[in-house]
């Protein structure tokens, strides 16, 4: 638990520093969370978490090639990609949680 959290935070904490990233699941406060369908919001974080595996993927063939990009740019990049993946992989299960707990009630 103590681990996910820290995770967590830690994309919170990219979101402040102005991280498309950190912003995958963020509503943005409860006027958007109403506008904005939870289809729209999951549709959007896996766009958002495909564009950072994109550029996570340039910024290593860069690495590899020699074409002037660090090694601190490329494992932030993969870091960054990696973390927005767990998250939208913990939303997921528990999107999927929730669901199996509603399917199994009685009326």
């Known amino acids: ?57 340039a910024a290593v063939s860069g690495l590899m090639t020699g074409s002037g990009v660090a090694v601190h740019q490329a494992m932030i990049a993969t870091q960054k990609a990696d973390m927005a993946f767990e998250l939208a992989l913990a939303v997921r299960n528990k999107a999927v949680q929730g669901n199996q707990s509603v399917v199994g009630m009685q009326f």
């Open 1 to 57: 638990m103590l681990v996910a959290t820290n995770a967590v935070s830690a994309v919170a904490g990219a979101a402040t520093s102005g991280s498309s990233a950190a912003s995958l699941f963020s509503a943005g406060g409860a006027e958007t969370a109403s506008a904005a369908p939870f289809a729209d919001l999951i549709t959007g974080a896996v766009g958002e978490v495909s564009q950072l595996e994109q550029q996570a993927n």
